[in-house]
């Protein structure tokens, strides 16, 4: 039975409903989990919690309701902290830097992410999915880079960063330019997502990807969602490699896994990796 309510903090919950695997749930469905920062900063200090939990090896994004995240609030932005003194050109520029700072924690979050998104995912929404290493969308979610409807710039929170390589530069122009919507089949055809299911099929699909990832060796999947995202930035094929190629020495000197994978394919048994060597 899952574990539920192990921790609240404000408008972010943190369960654990399955072994290895912690659900994190924006909580502020009535405003469609819009990110105000009476969100976004106990979002932001609940990943920073459970990067160093080594009992979690898989985490799993979503929102309350009826959305994912609508993204930035307008009517009710919330307050933001240790801002006291300072004038409107500074206290924006800390406001932006709460906002990167959650993008950016996802990123380095030594567990994979899995956005289970299960609405709208507007603007910032659309960043915060973006900036998980997987996407599982429902079939009534949606997608919107909402920035150029509102006579701004399309570009934040990394969306010109991180759309372009999601679903390459041709799309991603379109998309930042028109601001039109992209519903849950297109956003699969076009790679945005990994696969869009049934929406009361979201979060156990999710959680079956996630105990599946978890079975896997912890070095070797922290490694592998490492070099994924710097692959991105790589200066070239070779570098890169030899990257890759280190680190696949670095758990095959290291740990014994790869001899107990062996033998467990040979005796028809599930993997048990220790990530050590005897």
């Known amino acids: 039975m899952a574990q539920r309510y192990l921790q609240r ?32 900063v106990p979002l932001k200090a609940a ?24 993204g930035a609030d307008h009517k009710s932005a919330g307050e933001v902290p240790h801002v006291q003194g300072l004038t409107r050109p500074t206290y ?47 079939s009534g979610a949606y997608f919107r880079a909402a920035g150029i409807n509102n006579g701004l710039t399309a570009s934040e929170l990394g969306l010109s960063y991180l759309l372009p390589r999601a679903i390459g ?54 490694l592998t969602k490492r070099t994924l995202w710097t692959g991105l930035d790589a200066a070239s094929l070779e570098g890169h490699m030899q990257a890759e190629g280190l680190g696949q020495l670095f758990v095959r000197l290291l740990t014994a896994n790869f001899e107990e994978a062996v033998a467990a394919r040979a005796e028809k048994r599930p993997a048990v990796f220790t990530d050590d060597k005897p």
Do not use: W
């Open 169 to 222: 530069t041709s799309r991603a122009f379109e998309l930042m330019l028109t601001g039109r919507d992209v519903d849950a089949e297109e956003a699969e055809r076009i790679g945005l997502v990994s696969r869009h299911v049934a929406d009361d099929q979201l979060l156990d699909t999710c959680y079956a990807m996630a105990e599946r990832i978890a079975a896997f060796s912890r070095p070797g999947i922290e």
């Open 9 to 40: 903090v404000s408008y972010v919950l943190v369960e654990h409903p399955r072994p290895a695997v912690a659900l994190i749930t924006l909580n502020r469905p009535e405003r469609m989990n819009s990110m105000a920062f009476d969100v976004m």
């Open 92 to 138: 924006a520029l800390r406001s932006m830097e709460i906002l990167d700072d959650v993008i950016l924690a996802l990123r380095r979050l030594h567990q994979p992410v899995i956005a289970a998104v299960n609405g709208a995912a507007i603007g910032g929404g659309l960043c915060l999915a973006l900036a998980c290493d997987i996407r599982i969308a429902s």
């Open 47 to 70: 990943l920073e919690k459970i990067t160093y939990d080594n009992s979690v090896r898989v985490v799993v994004l979503t929102g309350a309701g009826r959305g994912f995240s609508s």
